[in-house]
């Protein structure tokens, strides 16, 4: 790496999806306060618009080969595949064009571990690379355990394991703790959720090859996944940094979602420590039978809450006239919210989330407790460490029904066990803000690899 001193831009590349944008923004900004020029290489849609929050940031186009509408047809696994085999050729001009506009002052390529075809560019232009995973490391872990099955073990018959249960074929692994990795055991490995098995398990082989990627970022803290973090920094063989929870040092929003931030206003209305806060992410489709059960339920529990809609009213206007007068008494429904704000304010006393990586470090790091429903992935990992591990929540587990949901709320609102909850996410907060203060675990990870930038 010639002349590395002098190369002070980083390109990062992120997977066009909110949940994937926000914490490269941070990231971004991250670097961006110690020095580094910003370049953003996004698709054509779900862009993030320039003028907000970024001053100084660069953002190219990469143009898209494949269209949006393929996403619905081929579903998000198989879209993420043939996105990276269509995107490679693209991402190379891109990078073409960067060199000639910057004279060659690239330090680094940041891309979304499952925007893999980049590493391609790199390696043709002699630009190091390093992976950005914005899930947790015990999720990334998971899937390095995974690979490893099944190319030794598990689905030499991929016809048969497409069918069955992989516990079908190995019983015995049910309820084995995989090594190093508790509380993780091995049937929680099996994908759930999302698609057709043959597909992810490609895209799985190509996330967890880390080709000539010299380095690996995650959004989390060794308060939070010690045991994931060592096992991945023996596992990986590259270094590993933990700089997370990146929003509480980022300075701007990087929603790709207007925010409507009346909800704040009717917060404001609230006695502390009150209101549920409901958003299951911006990708959440529910069935109207269970937006209504939940809506009873969170009625019925007496709460206040706020709920987060974010794909339109997903079967509210279905309610009934006696319904919708409980839930316009009790409740506040908006589209999208201001959710770091919300988290920290005074009125809401628990987070009803999907379990998102992103969501779940925003929760903890402002003390709220949380009821866990998730649908799939990773999702399920963050619900078991909220629960099981950290004991700052429950999971709703089954099909949702009222009197589940009023108990669920209550429990975590009203009861002692709810109080118990909140103190010990408010003892896991000062941990994590601790680790981005100065001399912090996460402080001092995001100083080392900005040493590993300039002088690698």
Same mark, same amino acid.
């Given at each position: 790496?010639?002349?590395?001193?002098?190369?002070?831009?980083?390109?990062?590349?992120?997977?066009?999806?909110?949940?994937?944008?926000?914490?490269?923004?941070?990231?971004? #900004?991250?670097?961006?306060?110690?020095?580094?020029?910003?370049?953003?290489?996004?698709?054509?849609?779900?862009?993030?618009?320039?003028?907000?929050?970024?001053?100084?940031? #660069?953002?190219?186009? %990469?143009?898209?080969?494949?269209?949006?509408?393929?996403?619905?047809?081929?579903?998000?696994?198989?879209?993420?595949?043939? $996105?990276?085999?269509?995107?490679?050729?693209?991402?190379?001009?891109?990078?073409?064009?960067?060199?000639? #506009? $910057?004279?060659?002052?690239?330090?680094?390529?940041?891309?979304?571990?499952?925007?893999?075809?980049?590493?391609?560019?790199?390696?043709?232009?002699? %630009?190091?690379?390093?992976?950005?995973?914005?899930?947790?490391?015990?999720?990334?872990?998971?899937?390095?355990?995974?690979?490893?099955?099944?190319?030794? +073990?598990?689905?030499?018959?991929?016809?048969?394991?497409?069918?069955?249960?992989?516990?079908?074929? $190995?019983?015995?692994?049910?309820?084995?703790?995989?090594?190093?990795?508790?509380?993780?055991?091995?049937?929680?490995?099996?994908?759930?959720?999302? /698609?057709?098995?043959?597909?992810?398990?490609?895209?799985?082989?190509?996330?967890?090859?880390?080709?000539?990627?010299?380095?690996?970022?995650?959004?989390?803290?060794?308060?939070?996944?010690?045991?994931?973090?060592?096992?991945?920094?023996?596992?990986?063989?590259?270094?590993?940094?933990?700089?997370?929870?990146? $929003?509480?040092?980022?300075?701007?929003?990087?929603?790709?979602?207007? #925010?409507?931030?009346?909800?704040?206003?009717?917060?404001?209305?609230?006695?502390? +420590?009150?209101?549920?806060?409901?958003?299951?992410?911006?990708?959440?489709?529910?069935?109207?039978?269970?937006?209504?059960?939940?809506?009873?339920?969170?009625?019925?529990?007496?709460?206040?809450?706020?709920?987060?809609?974010?794909?339109?009213?997903? /079967?509210?206007?279905?309610?009934?006239?006696?319904?919708?007068?409980?839930?316009?008494?009790?409740?506040?429904?908006?589209?999208?919210?201001?959710?770091?704000?919300?988290?920290?304010?005074?009125? *809401?006393?628990?987070?009803?989330?999907?379990? /998102?990586?992103?969501?779940?470090?925003?929760?903890?790091?402002?003390?709220?407790?949380?009821?866990?429903?998730?649908?799939?992935?990773?999702?399920?990992?963050?619900?078991?460490?909220?629960?099981?591990?950290?004991? *700052?929540?429950?999971?709703?587990?089954?099909?949702?029904?009222?009197?589940?949901?009023?108990?669920?709320?209550?429990?975590?609102? *009203?009861?002692?066990?709810?109080?118990?909850? +909140?103190?010990?996410?408010?003892?896991?907060?000062?941990?994590?803000?601790?680790?981005?203060?100065?001399?912090?675990?996460?402080?001092?990870?995001?100083?080392?690899?900005?040493?590993?930038?300039?002088?690698?």
């Amino acid at each position: 790496m010639e002349n590395k001193q002098a190369k002070r831009r980083i390109v990062l590349v992120p997977v066009p999806a909110q949940g994937h944008v926000t914490p490269f923004m941070q990231l971004g #900004q991250a670097l961006s306060s110690k020095g580094f020029s910003i370049t953003v290489a996004q698709g054509q849609f779900n862009c993030v618009s320039p003028p907000q929050g970024f001053p100084g940031f #660069q953002f190219v186009t %990469i143009p898209e080969s494949l269209p949006e509408s393929e996403l619905k047809r081929l579903g998000m696994v198989e879209f993420a595949i043939k $996105h990276n085999k269509t995107n490679e050729a693209s991402f190379k001009n891109c990078i073409a064009q960067l060199l000639l #506009q $910057h004279g060659n002052d690239i330090s680094c390529i940041i891309y979304d571990e499952s925007m893999y075809s980049c590493e391609a560019a790199a390696r043709e232009f002699n %630009i190091p690379s390093v992976i950005f995973t914005t899930t947790s490391a015990t999720n990334h872990a998971s899937r390095c355990v995974f690979s490893k099955l099944n190319a030794e +073990r598990f689905f030499s018959d991929i016809e048969g394991a497409l069918n069955h249960s992989l516990m079908a074929y $190995h019983p015995e692994l049910k309820e084995k703790v995989v090594e190093n990795l508790y509380p993780l055991r091995y049937k929680h490995l099996l994908p759930s959720g999302l /698609g057709p098995l043959e597909p992810l398990l490609e895209l799985r082989r190509e996330v967890v090859n880390k080709r000539t990627a010299s380095a690996f970022i995650i959004n989390t803290s060794s308060c939070l996944e010690s045991s994931s973090l060592s096992w991945l920094q023996q596992e990986l063989r590259i270094p590993v940094y933990s700089l997370g929870p990146l $929003h509480i040092t980022a300075l701007a929003s990087s929603s790709l979602l207007k #925010q409507d931030r009346s909800c704040l206003e009717w917060l404001n209305k609230q006695k502390p +420590r009150s209101v549920i806060y409901i958003s299951l992410g911006s990708m959440a489709h529910m069935e109207t039978k269970e937006v209504l059960e939940m809506a009873w339920g969170l009625s019925n529990s007496n709460q206040p809450f706020l709920w987060v809609t974010p794909n339109g009213d997903d /079967g509210i206007e279905l309610f009934s006239e006696e319904l919708s007068k409980m839930v316009s008494e009790r409740g506040y429904i908006v589209k999208w919210a201001p959710q770091t704000e919300v988290l920290a304010h005074p009125a *809401v006393g628990g987070f009803w989330s999907h379990c /998102g990586w992103n969501s779940t470090l925003e929760s903890i790091a402002e003390g709220v407790p949380m009821i866990c429903r998730p649908f799939h992935g990773e999702q399920k990992f963050n619900a078991m460490y909220i629960e099981s591990v950290w004991s *700052v929540g429950i999971q709703l587990e089954g099909e949702v029904e009222r009197g589940q949901v009023e108990r669920a709320v209550k429990r975590l609102i *009203v009861d002692e066990e709810g109080a118990c909850m +909140r103190e010990r996410a408010l003892v896991l907060k000062e941990k994590v803000k601790a680790s981005v203060r100065a001399g912090g675990s996460s402080y001092n990870a995001l100083d080392e690899l900005v040493k590993y930038l300039k002088t690698g």
